[in-house]
């Protein structure tokens, strides 16, 4: 289990950029998939970019060539770049393992609020 807490939201104009960063606190952050998820007002969480333990990375077609996932294995850390923001990319983010393996209870989250 992870112990996950995520900062760096905010209220930024569209075409703005934010980093998110999540801590975990757990031995096994750095052998499992980690991932940023996402859940819109009214609508269902959904995972939007995720990085093995290795460094490769995957992205939800709708974040892909904005966003960008990191980790620092030494520091139990991924964040998250966010640039070209959208109105649409408002959401409550979250950090967690982006499988079944390691997935934690959820952390608070952090709010990204675009305005137009």
């Known amino acids: 289990q992870l112990q996950l807490v995520e900062s760096g939201g905010g209220l930024v104009q569209a075409g703005e950029s934010l980093r998110l960063s999540c801590a975990a606190s757990?031995?096994?952050?750095?052998?499992?998939?980690m991932g940023w998820f996402r859940q819109p007002p009214g609508k269902q969480r959904e995972l939007v970019a995720s990085i093995a333990s290795g460094g490769s990375t995957n992205y939800a077609d709708s974040v892909k060539d904005r966003f960008t996932i990191s980790r620092d294995n030494a520091k139990n850390t991924v964040d998250l770049q966010m640039n070209s923001l959208k109105p649409e990319d408002t959401a409550v983010y979250y950090c967690?393992?982006?499988?079944?393996?390691?997935?934690?209870?959820w952390g608070q989250g952090t709010q990204v609020t675009v305005s137009s």
């Open positions: 967690n393992a982006a499988g079944r393996v390691g997935r934690s209870v």
């Open positions: 757990g031995n096994i952050f750095r052998l499992i998939p």
